[in-house]
């Protein structure tokens, strides 16, 4: 039986990683606002404790979502005390395709990423890059 399944990232500023990931995948950055007013008003939160406003709108203070609508993948962005200290153990690798892989560089490097090194190897050519907080990723 297969199961759905989201990649939660932990991370220092999660509104700052929706937005880079959204940009990177062509995703869309979750609105929570409507679910935050219902909370609101019933009484189960408090909007200066547990919300932020990003872009005007409200928002969760420690979590942001990004989603491809089409397939449902979910990237959820979780704010966390403690730094990154280590590699990653897992990273997700960006698709551009050897045509389009140093252009994808480029417009991921424009965004904030930050290339670490590139890879040509046999049957493989992709650049190892850094996400806006240190997170490996790589394109290919």
């Not at 960006?94 to 994808?104: H, T, Y």
């Amino acid at each position: 039986m297969a199961h759905d399944w989201q990649l939660t990232v932990d991370c220092a500023e999660p509104h700052r990683m929706a937005a880079f990931w959204s940009a990177a995948l062509g995703y869309e950055v979750e609105d929570h606002q409507d679910l935050i007013e219902r909370l609101a008003a019933d009484g189960v939160i408090e909007l200066e404790e547990h919300t932020t406003l990003v872009g005007g709108r409200r928002a969760w203070v420690t979590a942001a979502a990004v989603r491809d609508r089409p397939s449902g993948r979910r990237l959820l962005f979780q704010q966390v005390p403690e730094p990154k200290t280590v590699k990653n153990r897992w990273h997700i690798d960006v698709n551009a395709g050897p045509e389009r892989l140093d252009a994808e560089v480029e417009r991921l490097v424009g965004l904030g990423a930050t290339v670490v090194r590139t890879v040509r190897e046999p049957g493989t050519h992709h650049v190892v890059m850094l996400d806006v907080e240190g997170n490996e990723f790589c394109v290919q």
